[in-house]
């Protein structure tokens, strides 16, 4: 019996990850708002947007990391790209940022957001201040030495702000988020905390649009650890989990949004422990433990 069900379930893998209807022809011409453009994984979302022929805006917090990569776009093909340097810490930087977009685009097809916030330096992981800079963000000065996190606020903001635009074209809104807002895992409360809340977000918010027969598409992408040397650097002897490499990562992201898959996993085995954390709540816990020394996280 164990043999079958272990048979089944992977013969409804293998369908699912082998069935692909994605086409690049339908990117050429897209209008594309893509936030945390700068570096790791946003950095290769441009570059392969650039490559399919799709229209940028790009925005990010530091202008001259922005600018690089603007000009690498160009070399590779995009047929228009803008960028914008905005903080997201700032409450008034969603609304410049979508109405710049719409400013120079004229419309969006896709809003991907990809960017995180910080939370101050000195600001310890595991606290009330440090779970409530990431719910709302208050706007205080980000330097480079804050830890860096994601920002819900932002992401709601954003796309309240695009929605009418997104509906108006029939769009999609793809929203690039970790492993850890589907499984927490030790060692990560606040950063678990404010995934879950933009999973719970997006998910009513699709629900919502379902009811009103509203044809936007809401694609959430669990990412591993990207290939990216501060990311590595962070977590360095507290994981064991190889780098993801950055331009894979993003094409998988790309390839979900323009099919308007309802999530996309990369590497796939982590929808394989998605579904664990329903199933098999024991062997979950055991899966974690192997990608988690315990002893360096406690120390962190």
Request: with cysteine.
């Amino acid at each position: 019996m164990k043999v079958l069900l272990l048979t089944g379930l992977g013969a409804l893998f293998f369908a699912y990850y082998w069935d692909d209807n994605f086409d690049p022809a339908s990117l050429q011409g897209a209008r594309v708002l893509l936030t945390g453009a700068s570096a790791g994984v946003g950095e290769e979302l441009a570059y392969h947007y650039a490559r399919l022929g799709s229209h940028l805006v790009l925005t990010a917090h530091t202008e001259a990391l922005l600018q690089k990569v603007v000009g690498n776009c160009r070399k590779l093909g995009a047929p228009k790209v803008f960028y914008i340097a905005a903080d997201m810490a700032s409450p008034e930087a969603p609304e410049s940022v979508v109405q710049f977009a719409l400013d120079k685009l004229g419309g969006l097809d896709y809003l991907v957001l990809n960017h995180i916030g910080g939370v101050p330096a000195g600001t310890r992981a595991r606290t009330p201040q440090a779970t409530r800079w990431l719910m709302q963000a208050p706007p205080l000065p980000v330097t480079r030495e804050c830890h860096l996190q994601v920002n819900f606020l932002s992401y709601v903001q954003l796309t309240s702000r695009a929605l009418p635009s997104l509906t108006d074209s029939k769009g999609s809104l793809v929203v690039v988020s970790s492993l850890l807002g589907r499984v927490p895992t030790s060692f990560s409360t606040p950063y678990s905390a404010a995934k879950f809340a933009l999973d719970s977000f997006f998910g009513s918010l699709r629900r919502e649009l379902d009811v009103q027969d509203v044809n936007v598409a809401i694609t959430m992408c669990v990412l591993g650890l990207r290939d990216r040397a501060s990311a590595a650097e962070a977590v360095r002897g507290v994981t064991r989990v190889k780098a993801a490499p950055g331009p894979k990562a993003a094409l998988a992201v790309i390839r979900g949004g323009a099919t308007r898959a309802a999530g996309v996993f990369y590497p796939w085995r982590f929808h394989l422990l998605c579904l664990l954390r329903r199933w098999l709540p024991r062997p979950r816990a055991w899966f974690i433990r192997q990608d988690l020394n315990v002893t360096a996280a406690a120390a962190a």
